[in-house]
């Protein structure tokens, strides 16, 4: 069976969402484990560049996250409606 652009379509919110929960948990996580470890201090130190109010701090980590699941929300977002229309360019509804 030939796999159909109604099949293959990814629902945008859903992939945006999805991108953008794994994104907030993983700089929450990275927040957290160099506030008590110190491990990835550069990396949250470089993040913290570009998230306002993310560090190596509990409060840091849940700044980071909210920045983490808006940026991963967009890009998944994008990239989900880019595939839709790639595919749908690749395998035209048939008339």
């Known amino acids: 069976m030939a796999v159909t652009p109604q099949h293959a379509r990814l629902d945008v919110l859903s992939f945006g969402a999805a991108v953008g929960i794994t994104a907030a948990v993983f700089i929450f996580l990275l927040g957290v484990a160099a506030s008590l470890t110190g491990w990835g201090t550069p990396v949250a130190a470089a993040l913290s560049t ?3 109010g993310f560090g190596p701090s509990l409060g840091g980590a849940f700044g980071g996250a909210v920045w983490g699941f808006f940026d991963g ?22 008339s």
Do not use: E
Not at 74 to 89: E, Q
């Open 50 to 52: 570009l998230f306002i």
């Open 73 to 94: 929300f967009v890009a998944g977002v994008l990239i989900a409606w880019l595939y839709n229309r790639f595919l749908a360019k690749r395998h035209p509804t048939p």
